[in-house]
């Protein structure tokens, strides 16, 4: 953790924000959110540092009974405490008295110095104070290295100082304070200035002797630089938080204890203050949700490292905190049951309503019905008249056809027993005057001379013309009936031939073989086999070809 500098810790923050998905359009939310999700993932970072200290503790065992390697054991006891000292006392604790054996057994005086320096450190963060200034007591500085004097006065400062806060009250403070700001002197003496030990000191030196102005300049300056650890930056926030909620700007302090808890959290920082700090902030801002989460983070941390003092600041707090949760339960719990009985009466004007408004339905529903069947009795009536209008325009246009073709086909007969009048009459007047004149011979000529076939072709002729002015589209709609090498092709000058004529007196009502026969001057059997050949070669079946013939072609009206 030493080698983690502030540009990895913002980093890390951003990173934690945008995987939780999680940021929001304000600083403090954002850094809510980061602070809940580190919580979230604490095990995550607790298992790194496990994993951290399992591997110094394999390369310790692999030195262990070699007389040879105790200073080798000596430095790995240290790498081990120095990973505890600030995650749990008892492991703290272990490894420390190991560097004092080993020390001793060594006869080495700086590292016997080293171990009990150690030693008050890791009672002081249990709060063991009354044995954290026996431990000092004990201590020769005289001599040591400055690093490990530095250290030293610098755990005597903090003693008094946490004993000072512990206690609470101003007198002991004019005792303690003055003794913690001796001992933070001889510590800054030794400091290299602008090292990180000697602003962070000078700075809790000012906060701690009311020379806010100054601490706050100093700390302020460190807070900006970009080389901190993570504890280093959770240290220096926490601090400058102080500055800043004394000075009544709660919500830069807020922001502050929330970017050290992270910090904490993220190095695995069990000995801590930032997160009891937060939990009583959003405490007394009645977010009991958040303020639970981290005064029992808090707690646990408290527990897990086995620090006393902190238990004490804690337990308050947390039984506030969690009566305050019983009785928001309990005011959820009324809440609920009144809702619950509204929710009941809205329940019975619900089933009220529905039960009218099925009654409602129901007579709609038969309302509907009787409708809808008057409806259909309606629609069928409109069927059966429409029904009837198309029975009565087909037999009005059937009648019509039958008028137009009784129309044209009496004209043709009157004018055709005219003509064959005269030509009987000019016949008989010629046989009689052959006969007056005695010239017999004459009258075989005459006779001769009267073409039976002839007159039978022109009235054929006549028959095929009256037929087509009646229906022009016959032959072509006759035709559509067949495939087209099967349609008939007529002659030259050749109106009908005796296939469409059969089909043409069909059309016009004539369906008997023996009269279409004797109109045609044909057997039966001739006509029988005409209309069998023809249907033959028919597209549409032989029973429908007859209808198709009277369906499809229509009366032409002059």
Not at 291 to 298: G, M, N, S, T, V
Request: aromatic residues 10%.
């Amino acid at each position: 953790m030493k080698n983690k500098s502030r540009v990895r810790f913002l980093f890390v923050v951003l990173a934690t924000m945008c995987s939780a998905n999680v940021l929001a359009s304000n600083g403090s939310d954002s850094l809510i959110n980061a602070l809940n999700h580190a919580i979230a993932q604490s095990a995550v970072y607790d298992s790194a540092k496990l994993h951290h200290i399992a591997v110094i503790k394999n390369e310790l065992r692999t030195q262990e009974g070699s007389n040879n390697a105790l200073a080798k054991q000596y430095q790995l006891s240290y790498e081990i405490y120095e990973a505890y000292k600030t995650f749990n006392y008892d492991s703290a604790f272990f490894y420390v008295n190991r560097m004092l054996a080993i020390g001793n057994e060594l006869n080495d005086p700086v590292k016997i110095i080293q171990a009990k320096v150690s030693m008050s450190f890791v009672l002081l963060s249990s709060g063991m104070f009354k044995e954290t200034f026996e431990s000092l007591n004990s201590i020769n500085i005289n001599g040591a290295p400055d690093s490990i004097r530095a250290e030293y006065y610098t755990l005597l400062g903090r003693s008094y100082y946490d004993l000072s806060d512990y206690d609470g009250d101003a007198y002991h403070w004019s005792i303690y304070g003055v003794k913690g700001k001796a001992a933070i002197d001889s510590a800054l003496a030794i400091f290299p200035p602008g090292s990180f030990a000697f602003e962070y000191y000078s700075g809790l030196r000012n906060l701690k002797s009311d020379n806010m102005t100054a601490a706050r300049q100093s700390l302020e300056a460190l807070h900006a630089r970009k080389d901190l650890t993570l504890h280093q930056l959770a240290l220096v926030a926490s601090t400058l938080s102080r500055i800043y909620s004394l000075n009544e700007n709660v919500a830069e302090a807020t922001e502050l204890l929330m970017e050290a808890a992270i910090a904490d959290i993220q190095s695995s920082t069990k000995e801590t203050i930032a997160l009891f700090n937060l939990s009583d902030i959003f405490y007394k801002n009645n977010d009991l949700k958040n303020a639970a989460l981290y005064i029992e983070k808090a707690n646990q941390d408290a527990v897990t490292y086995g620090a006393r003092q902190r238990k004490a600041q804690i337990n308050p707090l947390l039984q506030l905190i969690q009566n305050q949760k019983i009785l928001s339960v309990e005011e959820q719990r009324k809440d609920l049951v009144h809702f619950a009985i509204f929710l009941s009466i809205l329940l019975l004007v619900v089933i009220f309503f529905v039960v009218i408004i099925a009654r409602q339905l129901k007579s709609i529903k038969a309302a509907r019905a009787k409708l809808l069947e008057a409806n259909q009795q309606l629609t069928e009536a409109n069927q059966a008249k429409e029904n009837y209008n198309l029975r009565l325009q087909k037999s009005n246009a059937q009648l019509l056809e039958a008028d137009k073709i009784k129309e044209e086909y009496i004209g043709y007969f009157f004018n055709l027993d005219s003509e064959l009048f005269l030509k009987v009459e000019k016949f008989r007047n010629s046989i009689d005057k052959k006969i007056a004149e005695g010239k017999l011979d004459d009258i075989r000529f005459v006779v001769n001379k009267f073409n039976l076939k002839e007159e039978k072709d022109d009235v054929l002729k006549s028959f095929d013309k009256v037929f087509l002015k009646l229906f022009p589209d016959f032959v072509s709609t006759f035709n559509s009936l067949f495939k087209e090498e099967d349609q008939i092709k007529l002659k030259d000058g050749q109106l009908l031939n005796t296939e469409l004529r059969i089909f043409a007196l069909i059309r016009m009502g004539i369906t008997e073989n023996e009269k279409i026969a004797q109109i045609l001057g044909y057997s039966v059997n001739t006509i029988y086999t005409y209309k069998t050949k023809i249907k033959n070669k028919s597209i549409v079946a032989n029973e429908e070809f007859e209808d198709r013939i009277i369906q499809q072609v229509q009366v032409v009206n002059d």
